[in-house]
Every structure is written in structure tokens, then in C-alpha cells.
């Protein structure tokens, strides 16, 4: 299915992607297109990236540290990283899977809700559980909260 949009001086097409493409499952959190142009749709079971045409999907597997892959970002430096319900992961481009490195984060749990690099190269993350409620931001290898105070 494919419809036209028209507007501002430019025409759209939006195409529905049939689901025998394989997506590993139809709930999407997040949607990042990373420096190879790739799509990546982060799923409740698994992540999955877009090449045009078809899906390859990524699983625990493949390095994430948990099937729900809540958020996802490529940094400035062309790094792409995913936060699951179980921790963070990097992607390792040339072994095409995926490093945790919650190892290094042992605080580090829960669900983000949003990340973000700033002008500096500092990741900002937004969650919502007793970790990383309000904002946190990831530096020196190390999540640092700021929460209001109520």
C-alpha cells in the first residue's frame, strides 16, 4: 500500500512495509537511522534494522542485553547505541552484533525513556524508575542523576 502526500512544495510517498518483511515484532519504541543510512526499529523483542527492503533482526543473541530495546541513538563520533530493559549496548559494525556494556555501568537498569548528545558529547538520558528518574546524563563511563526535588 502506498499513498501520496502533497504539501509545502514537496510530495511524500509513505509506503506501508508488509509484515511478512520480518519485523521480529509489531510494537516499536524507537526509530534511529544511523551513518550507513540503515533504519533500526527497536522493538519489545529485539531490534531491528531496515536496509529498504528487508529486516535483519538482533536479539540477546547477538549481544543486546535484553529483547526490549527501549531507545537508541548515533552519537556524534557515528556510535550506535541502544538501551534495553536490561541495560546498554553499543554496535560493533565489523562483528555485526551488538556489545554490552552495562558491565561498566553496574547502576545502570531500568527503562529510558530518551536519549540525547549534546554539543559537548555528553549522552542525556530521560527514565522513569528509581535509578534514573528525571535526567541523567553518561560520562566518565558513569550515569550522574539530576532529579528534582520535591
Not at 510494537?27 to 533504519?39: A, H, K, L, N
Request: proline share 1%; with cysteine; net charge negative.
Amino acid at each position: 500500500m502506498s499513498s501520496i502526500l502533497h504539501g509545502q512544495g514537496a510530495d511524500y510517498e509513505l509506503k506501508r512495509i508488509d509484515k511478512t518483511k520480518n519485523l521480529s515484532q509489531a510494537v516499536v519504541y524507537c526509530i534511529e537511522q544511523d551513518t550507513s543510512g540503515f533504519m533500526w526499529f527497536g522493538t519489545k523483542f529485539g531490534i531491528n534494522k531496515f536496509n529498504g527492503e528487508d529486516f535483519q533482526a538482533y536479539f540477546v543473541t547477538d549481544g543486546l542485553p535484553s529483547n526490549r530495546v527501549l531507545s537508541a541513538l548515533v552519537d556524534s563520533i557515528g556510535r550506535f547505541w541502544v538501551w534495553t530493559s536490561e541495560g546498554l549496548a553499543l554496535f560493533n559494525d565489523a562483528l555485526d552484533r551488538f556489545e554490552n556494556v552495562s558491565s561498566d555501568l553496574p547502576e545502570v537498569y531500568g527503562s529510558i525513556a530518551y536519549m540525547f548528545e549534546d554539543k559537548d558529547g555528553v549522552i542525556w538520558c530521560s527514565g522513569q524508575d528509581v535509578v534514573l528518574k528525571g535526567i541523567s546524563r553518561l560520562s566518565d563511563g558513569a550515569f550522574h542523576s539530576h532529579q528534582a526535588e520535591i
